[in-house]
């Protein structure tokens, strides 16, 4: 995790780089009987299902694939990587290390990341592997987000995670995750998701009006769950099921209308559901 750290804020200080992602399929959203979802907000909890789950996975792809990477490529800095991408393939989550070439971007190393570790890599030679123009929108959607002027709330460089929106347009989605910087804490205030769409931005939101930052150890005892208050949504967002991925704890979180969501891990896939 050191490593990746490191690596990040080196790459961070040439040109970054973007996560891609694409939809996988999963469980629905789950309901208690006695406290249903709504149909006003199905949307909101399968979106935050599905989209909690696919920036999770790319994101540990990248944490995987970086120190996979650093293993093989030992004197990555002056190879000129810029930073990497994350293709979703057959198999898993391939991680692409690349650097500048020419007016485009060309891969030094690759590795596939099957949710558990690293199954295969690859070392490219220069010109070998160049990339297609849908891994160059990956890269530059993410060059765009870490370009604009935003609150924060760490001082440490940005994640970036970006993925198809799903939509006919083709758009992606990017977004700007502060890093968890030590196992005690997982920040949940000063995320940002931004649209983009045919290389511009579309639409952004931030998903807190302030920081925030939930302690998961407190005078030495570790909770059994952990609660937050959030009312800009009618209904838990991906960033709570990306949250409670990092905390390794299930997360109730109160939106407004007195409403209380359970947000869980089960067999490894979230789940939503309405406690009251």
Known sequence: MN??????IFLSACLSAAAPLAAQELPPAKADAAAPITDAERPGVQQAVNLGWL?????????HGTDAMLEDVPDARTRGIAGWIVNDIEDGWETVFFRPAGSGYEAVWAGVYDGRKVIRRTTYAA??????PSEVALVEASLLVRGQKVDRCSAKPFNTVVIPTGKPNGGLYA???????TTNVVPLGGHYRFEIVDGKIAGQRQ????CIALPLEQDG????????THLLDQTPTEIHVFSVFAAELPMFVGTGQDRIW?????NGKPHIRVIK
Do not use: C, H, M
């Open 3 to 8: 490593k990746f750290k490191a690596f990040a």
């Open 55 to 63: 920036v999770y996975s790319y994101d540990q792809a990248a944490w």
């Open 127 to 132: 010109g070998e592997r160049q990339f297609v």
């Open 175 to 181: 977004y700007l995750l502060v890093p968890q910087e």
């Open 207 to 210: 998903f807190t009006k302030s």
């Open 221 to 228: 005892n570790r909770p059994n769950s952990l609660f937050i």
């Open 262 to 266: 359970a947000v869980e891990i089960a």
